[in-house]
């Protein structure tokens, strides 16, 4: 992806910075994230398979059988999203659906097609981390490991809960 300047506009001034240089936590966590992410798709593509389908079987190669819910928990998704791509999953031969204690539910598990096709793309995921970690540094990125999941948990975390915040009475604006 091109290096795009931004205009920020500071009070009566102008000042054009380069994206990378920008200092948007939302910004540059959404763009490093489609970077990496193209680089695990590119690896995952000889098999017929994104980063997000790979997770699906990952998950499921693990955990089968499992609801869109719960399979949608696992992936950190939500399940309308997830239920777009385990249909494409279910065209490609990928997962099947069996019925579960209620007769509403649904149970999603891999086909033999599915398992093949994780195996493969398995070795191409592993080859792509070990790049990653190569170029990167081990230490470094077990650092930025431990970094998100403060970051994800601090994002996850509703302001309300925090008994640091004054919670406002109803009555007041």
Do not use: F
Not at 45 to 73: F, K, N, Q, W
Not at 75 to 104: F, I, W
Not at 150 to 166: I, R
């Amino acid at each position: 992806m091109k290096d795009v300047p931004i205009e920020l506009r500071t009070e009566d001034r102008i000042v054009t910075e380069s994206a990378a240089a920008y200092p948007c936590t939302c910004l540059r966590l959404r763009r490093i994230s489609r970077q990496i992410t193209n680089m695990y798709d590119a690896a995952l593509a000889e098999h017929g398979v994104s980063i997000v389908t790979y997770a699906v079987l990952s998950v499921l190669s693990r955990e089968a059988p499992l609801t869109l819910s719960a399979l949608a928990d696992r992936v950190g998704t939500d399940r309308t999203t997830l239920s777009r791509t385990v249909e494409r999953m279910r065209a490609a031969d990928l997962v099947m659906t069996t019925c579960g204690d209620d007769r509403r539910e649904r149970r999603l598990s891999l086909t033999e097609h599915g398992r093949t096709t994780a195996a493969a793309a398995r070795t191409a995921w592993q080859e792509t981390a070990r790049q990653l970690k190569a170029q990167y540094g081990e230490e470094r990125l077990a650092s930025l490991h431990a970094l998100l999941a403060d970051l994800e948990e601090v994002a996850g975390k509703d302001p309300a809960d925090d008994e640091c915040v004054e919670k406002k009475s109803p009555h007041h604006a």
